[in-house]
């Protein structure tokens, strides 16, 4: 059965600093999501990652897939304000139907 | 497009009550899911369908069931409501191949008191 582990759990940092936010799953997986959610909000998705070697960017926000590895990775640089939030993983292999979310990371960035 | 629509958005329940949680999406997916989320915590899946009249068991079904008629509708059915089941229930559904992201409705906070 998928498992899918992310760590840290929690993350403070301070703004204009870079992180990395790490992504373990437990079986072979060709899909990979990112998701952010804020306080009281619905989830919000970020990247789709499909193969591996893959790598997408948005503003600050960087996501990798290294399926040999079985591992997907968030990177952040120079953190702002606004990237405070909780950042959850998920996988799903093609063929199984079940969409697995990693524990989530509860970013804060301070200032 | 209204994408993935739960209602309602708030609701209080008394133990032993019943209530059934609606979830609606208008993209023709045929992948559909339920999620608790307890304070501070991550999302469980309750149950999922692939597509109409097929469903199972997530990771925690107990006290709860689904149904799937059309492939548009998969309404969550609490039918004796108990304390344990306070959290903020999500709906999701996402295509067939997996290729685009899953999309999420805004949520239900239910308590039961």
């Known amino acids: 059965e998928l498992k899918v582990e992310q760590n840290p759990l929690f993350l403070s940092m301070q703004e204009g600093k870079n992180y990395t936010i790490y992504c373990n799953y437990s079986t072979t997986s060709d899909r990979l999501y990112w998701y952010r959610q804020d306080p009281g909000k619905s989830l919000e998705s970020l990247f789709v990652?499909?193969?591996?070697?893959a790598v997408k960017q948005e503003g600050r926000l960087m996501a990798s897939l290294d399926t040999k590895a079985r591992l997907s990775t968030l990177h952040i640089t120079a953190a702002v304000h606004d990237l405070s939030a909780t950042y959850f993983c998920a996988s799903r292999n093609f063929g199984n139907e079940k969409l697995t979310f990693g524990t989530g990371t509860r970013l804060t960035i301070i200032p | 497009n209204a994408g993935v629509t739960q209602t309602p958005k708030f609701r209080i329940l008394k133990i032993g009550q019943s209530m059934t949680l609606q979830c609606t999406q208008d993209?023709?997916?045929?992948?559909m899911y339920w999620y608790r989320q307890d304070p501070g915590m991550g999302l469980k899946l309750i149950y999922y369908s692939v597509g109409a009249g097929i469903t199972d068991k997530g990771e925690v079904p107990n006290g709860y069931n689904v149904s799937r008629s059309t492939t548009e509708d998969f309404p969550l059915r609490l039918e004796l409501a108990a304390p344990s089941q306070t959290s903020v229930y999500f709906c999701?559904?996402?295509?067939?191949?997996?290729?685009?992201?899953?999309?999420f409705g805004q949520g239900t906070r239910l308590t039961v008191v």
């Open positions: 990652l499909l193969s591996n070697g």
């Open positions: 993209m023709n997916h045929n992948y």
């Open positions: 999701a559904s996402q295509k067939r191949a997996g290729n685009t992201e899953a999309f």
